[in-house]
Structure formats: C-alpha cells, structure tokens
C-alpha cells in the first residue's frame, strides 16, 4: 500500500459586482468541472499568501481576502488527506488571465 500524506490547500471565492468567479478545471482527473481557483500551499508558505497566490496564478487577478468560510476535511482521489481553507475575496486589480 503507497503511502499515504496530509494535503493543505487553499481556494477562493472571488466576488465581484456579485457574481462568484470560477474556473474550469483542466487536469485529467477533474477535466471540465467548474472550481474555485484553488492549490496547493507550498513549503512553509503563509496560508493567506497562498491563498492570494493561487488566486492569481489561476486568474490572473489581484484578490483581497475579505473572511474565511472555513476549513475542510476531504480524502483526495489519490487517498490522501487534504486539508482546505476556504477564503472569501474581492477583486482589487489585475486581468482575467486563464
């Protein structure tokens, strides 16, 4: 049996005029489902950077985070356990870049 690890992951709820930003998922295992922008946080990286980070990675959009929703438990398609902490915010700068 592979051995199994704990996953910490960030995603957002970008608000903007209302309306939530999703993105559509491109890798194997998730293609065309609809997500938060959302990642993995790397080594010794601040949770809210990260959070921040993804955002922008997936977005190409600058997010202030406004609260958090929580933070959840899930086991992975590869069984591992992933943590996720799940952050409201807006929208303060950047373009939409997918």
């Known amino acids: 049996m592979a051995e199994k690890h704990s996953v910490l992951v960030t995603s957002v709820s970008i608000i903007r005029e209302g309306k ?4 559509q998922e491109g890798k194997p ?3 065309g489902k609809w997500n938060f922008p959302s990642g993995r946080i790397e080594y010794n990286e601040d949770i809210l950077t990260a959070a921040c980070r993804e955002a922008k ?3 190409g959009l600058d997010v202030k ?5 929580g933070v959840y438990n899930f086991v992975s398609d590869s069984g ?3 943590i996720l902490f799940h952050f409201v915010g807006e ?5 939409v870049r997918l």
């Not at 939530?20 to 993105?23: G, N």
Request: charge should be negative; aromatic fraction near 4%.
């Open 80 to 82: 591992d356990q992933g």
């Open 91 to 95: 929208m303060v700068g950047g373009s």
């Open 20 to 23: 939530v930003f999703l993105v």
């Open 57 to 59: 990675e997936e977005t």
């Open 29 to 31: 295992a998730a293609h």
């Open 65 to 69: 985070l406004r609260s958090s929703t």
